[in-house]
């Protein structure tokens, strides 16, 4: 089992850029990890994807402002997310596969263990 813990979010103006992290107690390079948000009143919505057998996948919505990342000597996931907007307003997720090499990396059916969460909002 692998603990999740999010942060970094906050409140942002259009354009501005945010780095969120997720600490894992674990070692993520024996999972796939993904970023994932929900915003009031919508599902949850896949963000990105990284798997270190495989590579990255990104949802179309952030594909070229968003990047996923990974500190291995860290156990920490980052998604560096640039150029925001008002709709990337969500609370964001971090969570494991325990596939490392992610099967359907936009199902959060996928994984196993989740964090609580960081609130990003970003203003007009």
């Known amino acids: 089992q692998v603990q999740l813990v999010e942060s970094g979010g906050g409140l942002v103006q259009a354009g501005d850029s945010l780095r969120l992290s997720c600490a894992a107690s674990?070692?993520?390079?024996?999972?796939?990890m993904g970023w994932f948000r929900q915003a009031p009143g919508k599902e949850r919505e896949f963000v990105a994807a990284?798997?270190?057998?495989?590579?990255?996948y990104y949802a179309d919505s952030v594909k070229g402002r968003f990047t996923i990342s990974g500190d291995n000597a860290k156990d920490t996931v980052f998604l560096q997310m640039n150029s925001l907007k008002p709709e990337d307003t969500a609370v964001y997720y971090c969570?494991?596969?325990?596939?490392?090499?992610?099967?359907?990396?936009?199902?959060?059916?996928?994984?196993?263990?989740w964090g609580q969460g960081t609130q990003v909002t970003v203003s007009p």
């Open positions: 674990g070692r993520i390079s024996s999972y796939a």
């Open positions: 990284i798997s270190w057998k495989v590579g990255t």
């Open positions: 969570a494991a596969d325990r596939n490392p090499s992610y099967n359907r990396p936009t199902n959060p059916k996928e994984y196993a263990y």
